[in-house]
Nanobody, 113 residues
Framework: QAPLVEYGGGLVQPGGSLRLSCVVS????????MGWYRQAPGKERELVAT?????GTSYAVSVLGRFTISGSDGTVDLQMNNLKPEDTAVYYC?????????WGQGTQVTVSS
């Protein structure tokens, strides 16, 4: 098993910043990718950003230029700048292994004045 532990999240005003972190607390053997997804009320879960083990990254168009994903084997961080109310959602960390995916428990991010 590879449980994921997430840190960060909270309440921030529009234009503010937050940082999310995720750590694989178990074995990282076979891991190929980690990333962040989010789910707003009444909406489907969507990709925010991913980072391949080799360092390649991808982003949702809506966060380009504002969010930055980084990390190393077994860890992934998401620096979120210039946050907007539409970024409000539960953010989930995901780790992809050759044998399957693991998800974190989710952390709430609320952007509101």
């Amino acid at each position: 098993q590879a449980p994921l532990v997430e840190y960060g999240g909270g309440l921030v005003q529009p234009g503010g910043s937050l940082r999310l972190s995720c750590v694989v607390s178990g074995s990282i053997i076979g891991i190929s990718e980690m990333g962040w997804y989010r789910q707003a009320p009444g909406k489907e879960r969507e990709l925010v950003a991913t980072r391949e083990r080799g360092g390649g990254t991808s982003y949702a168009v809506s966060v380009l230029g504002r969010f930055t994903i980084s990390g190393s084997d077994g860890t992934v961080d998401l620096q979120m700048n210039n946050l907007k109310p539409e970024d409000t959602a539960v953010y989930y960390c995901k780790a992809t292994f050759y044998y399957g995916d693991y998800w974190g428990q989710g952390t709430q991010v609320t952007v509101s004045s």
